[in-house]
């Protein structure tokens, strides 16, 4: 309900700032938030020759081809003087996203089409797990501190071994391996959800805790700071790990303490303490690797995991062919099956993610969200925060609308202000210490066919604002 209002808010003011930049002559075309592509340039106006100034109109007469003239002025480096019949159109910036009509195509090529192809694999092994019976075998050992942290989940529950690996492909940064994971959890804690319509407790603390993101190897952050020359690319591995362990413990919290959990619980502190030391650990071996090292480690050990998870499946499956027997099935059929639920869910989806993504489009082209973000660097900037801080905003007022956009502005802020400034540094962590709220709504309670989301929406807002304010500590006590 809160996501639906929240959805019609952006799509309706969005639209109206377009209408009055249009009429107020802020924008000659509308065609670009219907059509344009990323980083085009922007229509502004369109004049005759002669209401050009003196210098321009010189030059376009004076030109072999009077096509196009780019002015090389420094106050307008990236104005664009197009000259045809007559009239010269005048194009300034770069559009800042796809229009909405390419966002439509993106979305279900770039995005759904190779998700749909992720859920297949990835649901076919889980059908395979729990067949096989290893679903029920982890879910039994990991029952005791589950029951702990979602009281309402009966004991050995199908849905503690999907949010067990969902937890851990995130940690290990296997995103094409924890959405599948965590769909197949959000599907069957909702078969003991009482209020269908409505998030039950359960959903929203998985929810919240999926979403604060805990990662101990951002791979894709290392290989944006590879490609921009960074000096080491691993060198925001730390802090990327401290901000989204802050974001995991503070969701946890928060929720907890809205669903009255027992924090006194010894297994519940014992499975927290040990949490701590594996992490303190693991930070402590990295940080004493050299760069090649550092490097050689993040590039391998998700990728070896997913590996090994792969293979685990399979070996422990044909070892236990007897159960596929025992179901009327054989190992390839089930995992044909789970493939096939992994399809429909997919398609299931496509809907909440295309009506997300295209509001967020059109929040985006329309200006709004430039002003909003540009009104906030203002605030900062004036409450004595350095420009350094200012400058990498963008990144995470971003992040919890679009995965896609905010890395786009981690890139740009990479290559304008270098991969070793602190702008890019804290750029990077913004991306890392969190998820993609909105998306992430609209495809884990979409694809149960959640309408009201209670106030998993605001906590992991929250979460995500915790997150940001974490990250700008830690980048400015590491560098």
Not at 122 to 149: D, R
Not at 356 to 377: K, Q, T, Y
Request: proline share 3%; aromatic share 12%; with cysteine.
């Amino acid at each position: 309900m809160v996501l639906s209002r929240f959805w019609l808010v952006i799509f309706i003011s969005s639209i109206v700032f377009i209408v009055v930049s249009l009429f107020t002559a802020n924008t000659y075309t509308i065609d670009s938030v219907l059509n344009g592509k990323k980083d085009d340039p922007i229509l502004v106006s369109e004049k005759y020759i002669h209401e050009l100034p003196a210098f321009l109109k010189d030059s376009i007469k004076k030109a072999p081809d009077q096509t196009m003239i780019i002015n090389r002025d420094t106050l307008n480096a990236d104005t664009t003087y197009v000259y045809k019949n007559k009239t010269v159109k005048i194009y300034s910036g770069l559009q800042k996203s796809d229009g909405l009509l390419p966002t439509c195509k993106s979305t279900l090529v770039d995005l759904i089409l190779p998700l749909i192809a992720y859920l297949a694999f990835f649901c076919g092994l889980m059908e395979l797990l729990i067949v096989s019976g290893a679903s029920g075998n982890l879910a039994k050992i990991l029952s005791p501190v589950f029951v702990k942290v979602f009281p309402s989940i009966p004991k050995n529950h199908p849905s503690i071994s999907y949010m067990t690996l969902n937890f851990a492909a995130n940690f290990l940064g296997l995103d094409s391996a924890a959405t599948p994971f965590g769909l197949k959890a959000m599907e069957s804690l909702q078969e003991i959800n009482p209020d269908k319509d409505k998030a039950s407790d359960a959903q929203i603390m998985f929810m919240c805790l999926h979403a604060s993101g805990l990662t101990l190897i951002a791979t894709s952050i290392i290989g944006y700071r590879a490609a921009a020359n960074a000096s080491n690319p691993a060198d925001v591995m730390l802090p990327c790990i401290i901000t989204s362990f802050i974001g995991t413990i503070a969701a946890f919290l928060i929720v907890g303490i809205k669903q009255k959990i027992n924090f006194k619980s010894a297994s519940l502190l014992i499975v927290l303490m040990g949490l701590i030391a594996a992490i303190v650990g693991l930070l402590m071996y990295v940080n004493h690797l050299d760069i090649i090292g550092k490097n050689y480690f993040t590039s391998n050990l998700s990728g070896l995991i997913l590996i090994a998870i792969i293979a685990f499946t399979l070996i422990f499956s044909f070892k236990n062919e007897k159960k596929f027997s025992e179901a009327n099935t054989t190992v390839f059929e089930t995992f044909v099956v789970g493939a096939n639920n992994g399809v429909k869910t997919g398609v299931t989806i496509f809907p909440y993610v295309l009506g997300m993504l295209v509001a967020i489009s059109l929040f985006r082209n329309s200006g709004l969200f430039e002003i909003i973000s540009d009104g906030i660097a203002f605030v900062f900037s004036n409450m004595g925060v350095s420009k350094e801080i200012t400058n990498a905003l963008p990144v995470a007022m971003l992040r919890p609308f679009s995965s896609a956009g905010s890395r786009g502005f981690l890139i740009d802020s990479m290559n304008t202000f270098g991969a070793d400034s602190l702008t890019a540094r804290l750029s990077s962590i913004f991306q890392c210490s969190a998820e993609s709220t909105f998306y992430v709504i609209a495809v884990y309670f979409g694809s149960v066919n959640i309408k009201n989301t209670r106030y998993a929406l605001g906590t992991m807002l929250l979460v995500d604002l915790i997150c940001v304010i974490t990250a700008i500590f830690v980048a400015t006590w590491f560098f």
